[in-house]
C-alpha cells in the first residue's frame, strides 16, 4: 500500500457537503467515483478509502483541501492501462509517465467542472490528513452596503443587508484568540461529545476582519486554528457581524465567549461565504506524533 495526498479545490454551492451519503451529491463522492475509475483503468484494484483534512459543510467552498487514500501499487509499478496494446505491453504514451503523473491525470479526467486535483504526490511516513494537520485557514467573505459585489464571485459570498463596522468587528474578532473552549460557538451535539472524551478546546491564533483594497470592496474575516468544531467558523463570523452591524456589543461577545454550552443568540451565518483556504502540517519527521496526539483528543469532532 502507497498514501498519496491529494491537493484539491471545490465549489462547494451544488455539494451536499463533504461526506458521502446515499442518494446525495458530494465531494467525496465524486471524488472517490473519480479515484475508483482511474485505478480500474491502470488494472489496480479501485478499493479505497479517502481521509480528509477537514469536513466541510453543504455549500462550503474550498480552495486548499487535503485529502490521502491508500493505494495498492508502488509509485514505481509498471503501468498496465487501456492504452496497453494487444500484448499487454504499455503503449508509448503511458511508458512516458509515471504512476503519480498518470493518476493525476485520470482523476482530473474523472472529475466535475466544480471539482479541481491540483497534486498528487506520494506521503511522507507517518502522514494523515486529518490527524497530522497542525492548523487549518478559513476565510468568510462579506459584501455589505459599502462593497461593489463582483458578479464572478457571487457563489462565494455572503451578502449583509445593512453597512458593517470593519474595525469594531476587527476588535471583536480580536478578544476570541487564544487557547479556549468554544463550546459557545459549536454545534450542540459536539459539545455533548465533549462529555465523552471530545474536547471543544481550540487554539485560534487568528481571527482577522478586514476590507478588500480591491474594488469590491469585500469584507473578508480571516481564521486560522489547530482545528474547528463544525459550524464554529460561521458562528465566530455571525458573532462580530451582529456587533459590527450594531446589534450587541462587546460586552454581549465576552458573557457569550465564556458560557459552557452553546449560545442560543449566537447567528450560523449562511455556508456560501466560507472557503477553506489552506491546511498546514508540521515538518515530515514530526507527522506521526501530530497525528498521535490529535487522534487522542479529536476523534469524535471534526
Known sequence: MTRYRLDLAYDGTDFHGWAAQPGQRTVQGVLQDAIAAALATLDLPPDCAITVAGRTDSGVHARGQVVHVDVQADPATPLRSAQDDENGAPSSCAKSQDLVTTLTRLISRGLPGDVSLHHVTPAPDGFDARFSATGRTYCYRLWDDVSVPFPALGR???????????????????????????????????????????????????????????????????????????????????????????????????????????????????????????????????????????????????
Open 156 to 302: 462565494m459570498v455572503t451578502p449583509a443587508p445593512w453597512c458593517l463596522d470593519v474595525d469594531t468587528m476587527a476588535q471583536a474578532a480580536a478578544s476570541l484568540t487564544g487557547l479556549r473552549d468554544f463550546a459557545p460557538f459549536c454545534r450542540a451535539h459536539d459539545a455533548a461529545k465533549a462529555a465523552h472524551g471530545a474536547t471543544t478546546i481550540r487554539h485560534l491564533r487568528r481571527f482577522d476582519v478586514v476590507r478588500a483594497a480591491d474594488p469590491s470592496r469585500t469584507i473578508e474575516c480571516w481564521l486560522e486554528a489547530d482545528a474547528f468544531c463544525q459550524s464554529m467558523v460561521r458562528s465566530l463570523v455571525g458573532a462580530v457581524v451582529t456587533i459590527g452591524g450594531g446589534r450587541h456589543d462587546l460586552a454581549w461577545l465576552t458573557g457569550v465567549a465564556t458560557g459552557k454550552a452553546r449560545a442560543s443568540d449566537v447567528p450560523v451565518l449562511p455556508p456560501k461565504g466560507l472557503t477553506l483556504e489552506s491546511v498546514t502540517y508540521p515538518p515530515a519527521d514530526q507527522l506521526a506524533a501530530r497525528a498521535e496526539i490529535a487522534r487522542n483528543t479529536r476523534e469524535p469532532l471534526l
